[in-house]
């Protein structure tokens, strides 16, 4: 498998998870990653992923969240001699509840770092601070979200 096909596997499978609410292998994805927040403050590692996507996502009765994380335009950019990569990619955010007709409730981008250990690519650093368009994050998370 190419590194570019093995670092957009990963942007796929951290939707996939976040959407199954297994929140416990999401942050595992990001166990040797730094991570700057939409709030500006940088975490390391998984167990702090883990606590803030705890404290912040509604999971639902159904043990999900209700969401389906779109991930697109993966613009990856791999040092092969150095085992680095960067990707840059947009992610549009759906809902639906109960109480919420489906829609797009967020929309933004993803700047990556990768880097390849042991013959595998893991994810090194996210920004999560490039939340673009604003919807009705209120059955989403926990906490408000300013436009």
């Given at each position: 498998?190419?590194?570019?096909?093995?670092?957009?596997?990963?942007?796929?499978?951290?939707?996939?998870?976040?959407?199954?609410?297994?929140?416990?292998?999401?942050?595992?994805?990001?166990?040797?990653?730094?991570?700057?927040?939409?709030?500006?403050?940088?975490?390391?590692?998984?167990?702090?992923?883990?606590?803030?996507?705890?404290?912040?996502?509604?999971?639902?009765?159904?043990?999900?969240?209700r969401t389906k994380h779109v991930?697109?335009?993966?613009?990856?950019?791999?040092?092969?001699?150095?085992?680095?990569?960067?990707?840059?990619?947009?992610?549009?955010?759906?809902?639906?509840?109960?109480?919420?007709?489906?829609?797009?409730?967020?929309?933004?981008?993803?700047?990556?770092?990768?880097?390849?250990?042991?013959?595998?690519?893991?994810?090194s650093e996210r920004d999560y601070s490039m939340l673009d368009?604003?919807?009705?994050?209120?059955?989403?998370?926990?906490?408000?979200?300013?436009?």
């Amino acid at each position: 498998m190419s590194a570019a096909t093995a670092i957009t596997n990963l942007l796929y499978r951290y939707a996939e998870l976040m959407d199954a609410g297994d929140l416990e292998a999401v942050a595992a994805l990001f166990e040797r990653a730094r991570i700057k927040t939409g709030g500006g403050e940088v975490v390391e590692g998984s167990a702090p992923m883990l606590a803030l996507w705890r404290a912040h996502v509604r999971i639902f009765p159904d043990g999900t969240p209700r969401t389906k994380h779109v991930i697109t335009n993966p613009i990856v950019e791999v040092d092969e001699a150095a085992g680095t990569a960067t990707c840059r990619s947009y992610y549009t955010v759906l809902q639906q509840t109960d109480d919420l007709p489906l829609q797009a409730i967020c929309a933004g981008r993803y700047h990556d770092a990768f880097v390849r250990a042991d013959g595998q690519w893991h994810f090194s650093e996210r920004d999560y601070s490039m939340l673009d368009l604003v919807g009705d994050l209120s059955q989403h998370l926990l906490i408000p979200v300013a436009a």
